[in-house]
């Protein structure tokens, strides 16, 4: 039988590492600090281990279902460490990483009291890719501040190399977005106007 698409491998959380990891510090530290909303942070000290246990999880399931030629491709805020415990796992392959929410100044990102670890986290990537060009410098900006060996190539291209010791990374800004042509035309067209006509 020939099989088309991609496999999936669940990570299962229990109820409270939902709590924790993904309501807790993803969206209640990592969300609120990153969209510039500290007030609305709720920096409690035991969202930070289940954050590095679940990360660690992640991590696991991607070294025993990818292949020693796989590029390994991580999406968004929630697995900011996933890199890191790759590499710490003994992964040379290549990985990446995008966070789809902006990435915050310095003075915001100094607020995080976990900020070193997350940082040595982004910087586990080959590339670490940003929506917007101020993203990326935000990121540049910290990793400047907070490693101060760091050596930076290209800075004013969409692509940009940090050289952090022995190790070079790539930080691009790849903005994505909707096709809005083809939803304006969607709009637009009989069926959805009748059934807005219907609605209203």
Known sequence: EHETGPKLFPVSLIQEEINDFYHGFSNGVLCP???DLPSRCNFDPRYWPVY??????FAKTVVLSTHFDDYIWVQDYHLMLCGALLRE???????GF????????????LKLPWRNELLEGLLAYDLVGFQTARDKRHFIQCVR??????R????HRSVSTLSIGERDMRVGAFPIGIDFESFAQEASSKPVSDGAWYIH
């Open 33 to 35: 600090l990153f969209h």
């Open 52 to 57: 590095q246990r679940v990360n660690r999880r």
């Open 89 to 95: 796992m003994g992964v040379q392959r290549r990985i």
């Open 98 to 109: 995008f966070l789809h929410i902006p990435f915050p100044p310095l003075d915001m990102f």
């Open 145 to 150: 501040a907070l490693r101060r060996e760091t």
């Open 152 to 155: 930076l190539a290209d800075g």
